[in-house]
């Protein structure tokens, strides 16, 4: 399976040309095929395409219907056919996110077994097989099944390609993870986060909180104003200073947290020094980077540590 991704590819290389689509074409002569311009399957088990966000696409009709609408917003084309499990199985939640969209892109779907000539010259090797078109041209694609968290993550890479700005969706995964905390159900909101994570590596919230669960889990027990006082009493403790670190977090004092770690990096050496850093960029996690505080705490610890 591959990942869909936004990369130089083989459209950088001129593999796909579609400048010979432009215009009518003569029907398709392959035994057993309908005559084009007939009414088409689309996409395998899916409605006719009666929704302005799914057409179904001849090579009467690639012209308007993929180059012509690409030029005011990004296409989808996906190419699969009826009988296939893995087209049949794929080809529902293209419909859906299409129709979720609101009319940011259009969806447009080709049947390989009617359209073998619309198949040969966008160079699908195997069914399912997804194109984005922005501006008249392919600029990504990627075979195979791949699971909704990823497809909604290169939707929003194409729509930015093609110049629309789109609210990111919300996912209702993250709220169930973030429930599970708020809730104190520490075991269950590493679970959903990790499983965020297994399908988006790249996921900021689910990485942020999962590290609030390991911030929670160290506290667990702890008596703030005991702890507080024992790392000030013993400055160079590192265990003393970590929790002590921890529990400034999660009161809303993460500068004076990361403060606290940068001086103890500039006073420690070997494992210590580097269980210390491992920390302090762990609780980096959960402000985010872009965080102010964390870029000028980033910026302490490059210089303690060189």
Known sequence: MSDPRITSSIFTRGAVDLSTLRGPAPASTRPGTPPQGGPSTGAPGAPGGGDAAIVDVTEATIQSEVLERSMAMPVVVFFGAAGFPESDEFAPVLERLAAESGGAWVLARVDVQQNPRIAQMFRVQGIPMVYAVVGGQPIDAFSGVVPEAQLRQWLQAVLKAGGVTVAEPEDPRLDEADDALMSGDLDAAERAYRKILADSP????????????????????ADPATALAAAESAPDDVAAQLLAADI??????????????????????????????????????IAGPDDPAVASARRALASALF
């Open 202 to 221: 790249a996921d900021a919230a689910a990485e942020a909180g999962l590290a609030q669960v390991g911030v929670a889990r160290r506290v667990a027990g």
């Open 248 to 285: 400034e977090v999660l009161s809303g004092l993460a500068e004076q947290a990361y403060a606290r770690l940068v001086g103890l990096v500039r006073r420690t050496a070997g494992e210590d020094r580097e269980t210390v850093r491992q920390h302090l960029v762990s609780l980096f996690t």
